[in-house]
């Protein structure tokens, strides 16, 4: 969890949830389950096709056909629930408030009145076991909350009906690479344990969170009733709006942006927050930037070239197993630099270099979630001479490949160590 978040107390003793303290910390150093998917070097927008005995996982695609995907949905058995209304249109989610407890009726009425919000939604938010994992979940209204999530996950009415019917949505992400069975069911345990159906891959797109469940779920595991509430307000000042809702919350509740408009001391646009559509800030490495030190270069490189062979493991983050923002976390943290959790943030943390001006050290990134493809959900590191070093995927150990800048490439950044301690909340 970020240095400036409270680890907030536990629902329950031992398998209770974990509540969450901020949301662009929902997992980035305590969950971090982070997109893992491996990016193929030499083959321009392809990627490994779903093999395993776990059910039909899904193949990678390339960048063209991504507009074309359909989400994956099960057909749950209905329990009785009403029909999910339809999506009325899309919303940024700029901000997101937790609690450790239910927040007062009052208080979401107060964040809808705070200027330059224009959307305010109550869900449930805490970390709990799935599988054996803990996995940063929301509980919400499938209704009224959809508008939330990423385009494709927003617009798909079977999806959202199978949260309703009593089902768990998980990311593209965490159904790839934690080959999950659609239809089929994972364990989950809050303050009881149960079995729920997989109803479908879908990315939420917020920062760190990899399953969604109806509000009635949640508070059947355990996880406090309203106990957090989503913010869309695109047009506002954050750090104000920040401000301004700390002012009518209760003590113990954290208020997190899930978009960063300030970096490195100087205001300049930043990725936006669930979408990231390219790495770095806008235009070519700045002259401002603070880069590694030689020493810092050298140790992160050579603590990263250690890793090689060793597991990957969707949400390990070392020291003998990684996913790919896990690797990249632990090789920067070797070298003194603390890096947030999730590769969508790692993205954030130094300005954008061309490909032509690469050195070791730079991240590269890329757009391999069709569910939502301007997310960005893989990282890799640059190693010199036309070679990366990358956890790609399940089944498959750390390993040095070319670099790939096809069809799935979102670009390239220059860590700034002070700026990656921002992102990361230590500072």
Not at 9 to 26: D, E, I, K
Not at 333 to 341: E, K, L, Q, S, T
């Amino acid at each position: 969890m970020r240095d400036k978040a409270r680890l907030l107390p536990a629902v329950a003793a031992v398998t209770a949830p974990v509540l969450l303290g901020v949301a662009a910390a929902l997992g980035i150093s305590a969950i971090g389950p982070s997109a893992g998917t491996r990016a193929v070097a030499g083959k321009a927008g392809t990627g490994p096709g779903a093999t395993g005995d776990a059910g039909p996982l899904i193949p990678m695609l390339g960048s063209a056909r991504l507009a074309s995907f359909s989400l994956p949905v099960a057909q749950l058995r209905r329990g009785g629930t009403a029909d999910v209304a339809p999506l009325r249109g899309l919303l940024q989610a700029d901000m997101i408030v937790v609690a450790p407890s239910s927040l007062s009726a009052g208080t979401l009425p107060a964040i809808r009145r705070l200027p330059g919000v224009t959307a305010a939604q109550s869900v449930e938010a805490a970390k709990i076991q799935v599988n054996g994992k803990f996995t940063a979940v929301l509980g919400v209204d499938p209704s009224a909350f959809r508008g939330f999530a990423a385009p494709k996950t927003a617009a798909s009415d079977r999806l959202w009906q199978s949260v309703a019917d009593g089902g768990m949505a998980v990311s593209y992400t965490m159904g790839k690479l934690d080959k999950l069975l659609l239809g089929g069911t994972v364990h989950v345990a809050g303050a009881k344990r149960e079995n729920l159906p997989v109803g479908g891959f879908g990315t939420v797109g917020i920062e760190g969170v990899d399953a969604v469940v109806s509000d009635a779920v949640a508070r059947s595991l355990g996880m406090p009733a309203a106990n957090a509430i989503v913010i869309s307000a695109p047009h506002a000042s954050l750090a104000s709006l920040a401000a301004a809702a700390k002012r009518v919350l209760p003590h113990a509740a954290a208020v997190e942006p899930l978009m960063t408009q300030v970096a490195a001391g100087v205001t300049k646009p930043e990725a936006t927050a669930a979408g990231v559509a390219a790495a770095g800030s806008a235009g070519a490495l700045g002259s401002t930037a603070g880069a590694l030190t030689q020493s810092e270069a050298t140790s992160m490189l050579s603590s990263a070239l250690s890793r090689r062979g060793m597991p990957y493991i969707w949400g390990a983050a070392g020291p003998s197993s990684f996913d790919c923002s896990g690797l990249v976390q632990w090789s920067y943290a070797r070298a003194g630099v603390r890096m947030p959790r999730v590769a969508a943030d790692q993205a954030r943390t130094g300005p954008a270099v061309p490909v032509s001006q690469l050195q070791p050290g730079d991240l590269l990134f890329y757009h391999t979630d069709p569910t939502a493809p301007g997310y960005i959900s893989h990282v890799a590191i640059y190693i010199g001479n036309g070679l990366m070093i990358q956890a790609p995927e399940p089944g498959m150990d750390v390993e040095i490949v070319p670099v790939s800048i096809g069809t799935e490439f979102a670009g390239a950044i220059r860590v700034d160590p002070a700026l990656a301690a921002a992102v990361a909340g230590s500072i």
